[in-house]
T-cell receptor
Framework: DAGVTQSPTHLIKTRGQQVTLRCSPI?????VSWYQQVLGQGPQFIFQYYEKEERGRGNFPDRFSARQFPNYSSELNVNALLLGDSALYLCASSAAGANVLTFGAGSRLTVL | SQQGEEDPQALSIQEGENATMNCSYKTSINNLQWYRQNSGRGLVHLIL?????REKHSGRLRVTLDTSKKSSSLLITASRAADTASYFC?????????????FGTGTRLQVTL
C-alpha cells in the first residue's frame, strides 16, 4: 500500500505569491492533518480535517487555509507568502480517533 | 507553540553505546509518542505510551513516563549508525474525531562507527 504522498516535494516562491500543497492519505484513513516545520524546530500543528470538516486549527493566520475532498485527499493553501513561511510542510493521515499519525515526506517551501 | 523541550539538543555517541534523550511537557496529556525524522524528511512513529503507563518497550527502545514531573525519556540500546536522526516527543490530544499532536524541539542524534 502506498503511504502518505505529498506534492510538490520542493518549490520556490517569492514574497506575496500564493502556494497550494497537496496530500493523499493512506487508503482508508479519513483524517488528514497539516504541520509546519521550520528549520531546527519541531513540527507545529496547522489544521486537521476529518470527513471534509475542519476538526482543529492551530495558531496560524488566516492566510493559511485547507480543505479535504470526498476522496479524503487534502490541499493546504497559503496566500500572500512571507519569508517566514519558508518551511517543510508535512501532511499526516490517521484512522478515525487514532492517536498515531503517518506522515508524508513533506513539501519544502522556500520563499525568496 | 511547542509543548516543551527535549534535552540534550544534540547527542553524539559511538555505535554500540546507549542513547538517552529526555522530554518535558507542560499540560496534562492522554498519551505521549516518540517520532524519528531522518534528514528533514517525514516523521516515523516509534512508540506510544499512555498517561496511565510508566514504562514501555519496543525492540531496542524503552520509554518511560513520569506524569508527576511531566517528563518522558527515550532510551535506544546498542545504537547503530542507522539510528542517526532527529527524535521528537509529541503529546497527543485526541477527542472523538479530532486529533492533534504537539511536538517538542527535538534531539539530534549522531551515531558514529
Amino acid at each position: 500500500d502506498a503511504g502518505v504522498t505529498q506534492s510538490p516535494t520542493h518549490l520556490i516562491k517569492t514574497r506575496g505569491q500564493q502556494v497550494t500543497l497537496r496530500c493523499s492519505p493512506i487508503s482508508g484513513h479519513k483524517s488528514v492533518s497539516w504541520y509546519q516545520q521550520v528549520l531546527g524546530q519541531g513540527p507545529q500543528f496547522i489544521f486537521q480535517y476529518y470527513e471534509k470538516e475542519e476538526r482543529g486549527r492551530g495558531n496560524f493566520p488566516d492566510r493559511f487555509s485547507a480543505r479535504q475532498f470526498p476522496n479524503y485527499s487534502s490541499e493546504l493553501n497559503v496566500n500572500a507568502l512571507l519569508l517566514g513561511d519558508s518551511a517543510l510542510y508535512l501532511c499526516a493521515s490517521s484512522a478515525a480517533g487514532a492517536n498515531v499519525l503517518t506522515f508524508g515526506a513533506g513539501s519544502r517551501l522556500t520563499v525568496l | 507553540s511547542q509543548q516543551g523541550e527535549e534535552d540534550p539538543q544534540a547527542l553524539s555517541i559511538q555505535e554500540g553505546e546507549n542513547a538517552t534523550m529526555n522530554c518535558s511537557y507542560k499540560t496534562s496529556i492522554n498519551n505521549l509518542q516518540w517520532y524519528r525524522q531522518n534528514s528533514g524528511r517525514g516523521l516515523v512513529h516509534l512508540i506510544l505510551i499512555r498517561s496511565n503507563e510508566r514504562e514501555k518497550h519496543s525492540g531496542r527502545l524503552r520509554v518511560t513516563l513520569d506524569t508527576s514531573k511531566k517528563s518522558s525519556s527515550l532510551l535506544i540500546t546498542a545504537s547503530r549508525a542507522a539510528d542517526t536522526a532527529s527524535y521528537f516527543c509529541a503529546t497527543g490530544d485526541t477527542t472523538g474525531t479530532a486529533s492533534k499532536l504537539t511536538f517538542g524541539t527535538g534531539t539530534r542524534l549522531q551515531v558514529t562507527l
